[in-house]
T-cell receptor
């Protein structure tokens, strides 16, 4: 039982390049989330998916797209990376329908955009 | 606009001291308040609080919620160097069947030996 996994762990991009961050969970959770964490800013929600086939914007969605590929996987795409997107990205999952209020986090992806 | 404010932002104490971390919030459709500990990478869950006045306790850590005054505190007694971390407070709302967590900025706690 791996919980929430993310790939890659580290990535360096040049401005304008694109990439996709992958997230998968094996806990059969319906809800999945993408956050970014910047110094002094706490965690900010980028997008979330209440269930397979649905996605919604969070606090800071600009510059990102997401895909809920299936119940297990939720990917985050940067189409044209900008230095302002340098951050640590966390994926999380939860199961609100079963009363599971806590969110389980992946290990994070450290992204640097030059 | 929903917001969560933590104080202090940074705290340095000596091993053995007791610390109190604060979290105040303004959130619509409040469901619960959660505390996380973040050391190096992903945050780890500490407590979830839904009712006022009921203390949650785990070892040297305890937390309580005041829904009338809209705040929570996290206490750590007899601190150890392993308690050094960033402590995050988050408030949960339920939107369209999915939880939305609004996070505070975090409190960076440093325990010196």
């Amino acid at each position: 039982n791996a919980g929430v996994t993310q790939t890659p762990k580290f990535q360096v991009l040049k401005t304008g390049q694109s990439m996709t961050l992958q997230c998968a969970q094996d806990m059969n959770h319906n809800s999945m989330y993408w956050y970014r964490q910047d110094p002094g800013m706490g965690l900010r929600l980028i997008y979330y998916s209440a269930s397979e086939g649905t996605t919604d914007k969070g606090e800071v969605p600009n510059g990102y797209n997401v895909s809920r590929l299936n119940k297990r996987e939720f990917s985050l795409r940067l189409e044209s990376a900008a230095p302002s997107q340098t951050s640590v990205y966390f994926c999380a999952s939860s199961e609100p329908l079963a009363g599971g209020y806590e969110q389980f986090f992946g290990p994070g992806t450290r992204l640097t955009v030059l | 606009e929903d917001k969560v404010v933590q104080s202090p932002l940074s705290l340095v104490v000596h091993e053995g001291d007791t610390v109190t971390l604060n979290c105040s919030y303004e959130v619509t459709n409040f469901r619960s308040l959660l505390w996380y500990k973040q050391e190096k990478k992903a945050p780890t869950f500490l407590f979830m609080l839904t009712s006022s006045g009921i203390e949650k306790k785990s070892g040297r850590l305890s937390s309580i919620l005041d829904k009338k005054e809209l705040f929570s505190i996290l206490n750590i007694t007899a601190t150890q160097t392993g308690d050094s971390a960033v402590y995050l407070c988050a408030v949960k709302a339920l939107i369209q069947g999915a939880q939305k967590l609004v996070f505070g900025q975090g409190t960076r706690l440093t325990i010196n030996p």
